[in-house]
Every structure is written in structure tokens, then in C-alpha cells.
């Protein structure tokens, strides 16, 4: 199957009220052990790769790490592979752009594009965030390959639960520019009102991609409500080095 093909088949996965379940891993193993389980595609999270590496979160994980991480994760499966590229590791949309093919050329098929502003605050305008996602697709397009670009909103990330109902109607303006610049989903991690998602899958045309924490336990609760995309984040991560923790205790008290 071509990188192409992949692609296709990837975007196929998003069926709102069936969604694709991305158990997020960090690396080559990760990938092959949800491959193995019967992962349908398989997505990183960058909290996961970062830490696995010894680095925070938030674009410190040196480029070149990352892309090689992808490099490794894409040979190790026949599987679609997204990955969680935060802001692009740049801002402009030219240098951007250029990330984005050397990106694409491990594999990827997909990724994750934040509108937070990284190492700094708030979140890039509206018309911004466009002219950035423009440069990706016409990135993806000079490849030949369709791209999923999942763009994220961090409104939901950066605002206490009780501010949630007031930033529904600009999530969803956002929406509606990302999917005329080219994004193919619309992620809102962070949100775990089930009123509230519902009414952004009910009204936005991209599928929708939620975040499972919190009030989010179950894949069959959010389906109800029309999410294409049941992402875990850096749950797997968390529980898989607590289970290597707790081993290391009690081999040493056996």
C-alpha cells in the first residue's frame, strides 16, 4: 500500500458515531504492540515521545529526534501512522512547510497541528492559524499526499471546565476557517461536557477527535454523541512506566 493509499484509508477510519480508536504510543515497540492487539492505525502522542526521550513536552524534543521516532515507528508497521506534530516545530508558514516534507517523507500519514502559541501564551489568531494550515496542505499536495491534518483547538486545554459553555461558538469559527484552509478533523482535547461535544460534532463538518480523560472512560459514550476520533493521549504512556514502577517494586521486595 502507498503512502497515498495510506492516507486514504486513515481518513476512511473517521466515521462520526464509529470512531477510530488511537491508543497513542511513543515508539517503534508501542506501535507494534497495538498493531499486534488489532489497532485499525496507530497515532503518537508528544508528551508520550518526548518523555520516553528525557525531555518535556512542548517542542523540546529536538526536531530531528522526533522525525527519526516517526521514521522507526512508520517501519515498524504496515498500519497508518499519525503523528502528534504540536506546532510545526515553526511558525511561518515557509519554514513550516518545510518541516512538514521532511515529516511526510518518513511515512506519515497524518499529524496533530495545535493552534497554542508553543513556548509562549494564548493562541495564534484565527488568520494566522489559516495562513498555517494553507502551508501544510500545500505541502501535502506537492507531495501527492492527502494528509490528514487534525487540527486542535486549545481552548478547551488552557480554560477551567466552568469557562467551557462560553468558548463553544469561537471553537467551532475555528472549525469552520481550519476546514477552509484544509484541515481534514477538528480535535478539542480538553473538553469532557457530553452536551457540549455533541453540539460541536452536531454542527461542525469536520470529524470531531476528543481527548479520553476525565468524564470521557468510555468509546461507546462519546460515539453516541458523533466523535469520529477517540484519541488516549498520554494515558498509555502514564500507565505503561507506572506498570514498570510497580514491577521494579516488587521484584526488589520479592
Not at 512538514?100 to 497554542?116: H, K, P, S, W
Not at 502551508?135 to 467551557?164: E, Q, Y
Request: charged share 15%.
Amino acid at each position: 500500500m502507498t503512502q497515498a493509499d495510506k492516507a486514504a484509508a486513515f481518513a476512511a477510519l473517521h466515521v462520526p458515531g464509529t470512531p477510530v480508536v488511537l491508543y497513542n504510543i511513543w515508539d517503534a515497540g508501542s506501535a507494534r504492540a497495538v498493531t499486534d492487539a488489532g489497532a485499525r492505525a496507530v497515532a503518537t502522542g508528544s508528551w508520550s515521545v518526548a518523555e520516553a526521550q528525557g525531555f518535556a513536552d512542548g517542542e523540546k524534543l529536538p526536531l530531528d529526534i522526533l522525525l527519526a521516532t516517526a521514521d522507526r515507528i512508520v517501519a515498524s508497521t504496515d498500519l497508518p501512522v499519525s503523528i502528534d506534530f504540536e506546532g510545526g516545530y515553526a511558525v511561518g508558514p515557509a519554514a513550516l512547510a518545510a518541516n512538514i516534507e521532511r515529516l511526510i517523507g518518513t511515512g506519515a500519514v497524518g499529524l496533530n497541528f495545535e493552534d497554542q502559541i508553543v513556548g509562549g501564551s494564548g493562541l495564534h489568531p484565527v488568520d494566522i492559524q489559516v495562513a498555517r494550515i494553507k502551508a501544510i496542505r500545500a505541502a501535502a499536495d506537492a507531495a501527492n499526499v492527502p494528509l490528514f491534518i487534525n487540527a486542535r483547538t486549545d481552548l478547551f486545554l488552557k480554560s477551567k471546565p466552568d469557562m467551557h459553555a462560553g468558548l463553544v461558538d469561537e471553537a467551532m469559527d475555528r472549525a469552520t476557517a481550519y476546514t477552509e484552509a484544509g484541515a481534514s478533523g477538528f480535535f478539542i482535547p480538553g473538553l469532557t461536557d457530553h452536551d457540549l461535544i455533541a453540539r460541536i460534532c452536531d454542527q461542525v463538518s469536520l470529524p470531531v477527535n476528543v481527548m479520553m480523560r476525565g468524564k470521557l472512560a468510555s468509546v461507546s459514550a462519546v460515539a453516541a454523541l458523533g466523535v469520529a476520533r477517540a484519541s488516549y493521549g498520554p494515558g498509555p504512556f502514564a500507565n505503561a512506566m507506572q506498570q514498570l514502577g510497580d514491577g521494579f517494586t516488587a521484584a526488589a521486595a520479592s
